[in-house]
């Protein structure tokens, strides 16, 4: 590894040397930074994966981490291992962001301008399925967008367990 002004590797040497492991856990590397004028310097890992990110496996994947990160010959001896999942406020920018938030509610900005609010049905061949809300109360349908017309999509928070017929159609919808 070629060091770095403080002795800490950059962020993509940390992508090849925890990437191989991440992935025998079930996780990939969403994004890695490293703040050096931080006292003491922090390396923060993003990881996602198929399986939601518990703390039990924030745990293990900061164990795999540090110990990775140990093996490297490092002029600053002391800095702060965080790993992390990438957030709600992350938008969903690859088919498989869509496909790990099957069932979340999404706001999704398309190219013409339009905006459209639905849950997450599927995903297959570059094709997004959503249930929406029609202008009805309580009517409901599914749509169907080109991954390639969304300009941003971001999943939005609820406080409310979901309408269960919404759920019904994103598991009619998605297969």
Do not use: C, W
């Amino acid at each position: 590894m070629t060091e770095r002004s403080r002795g800490l590797p950059s962020p993509s040497q940390v992508i090849e040397l925890l990437a191989g492991e991440f992935a025998r856990a079930g996780y990939e590397i969403e994004d890695v930074t490293i703040a050096e004028t931080m006292r003491p310097p922090r390396i923060t890992i993003v990881a996602d994966g198929d399986t939601p990110l518990d703390l039990d496996a924030v745990a293990e994947l900061s164990r795999i981490a540090s110990d990775l990160l140990d093996t490297v010959e490092v002029a600053e001896s002391e800095y702060v291992l965080e790993v992390s999942s990438p957030g709600v406020e992350r938008p969903l920018t690859t088919e498989k962001h869509f496909l790990r938030n099957r069932a979340r509610l999404v706001d999704i900005d398309l190219a013409d301008g339009s905006t459209i609010i639905g849950r997450i049905a599927g995903m297959a061949d570059g094709v997004v399925s959503l249930v929406v809300r029609g202008p009805k109360p309580h009517q409901l349908g599914v749509r169907e967008l080109a991954f390639a017309d969304i300009t941003k999509a971001v999943v939005q928070v609820e406080f409310s367990p979901p309408n269960q017929r919404e759920l019904e159609l994103v598991t009619e919808a998605g297969t």
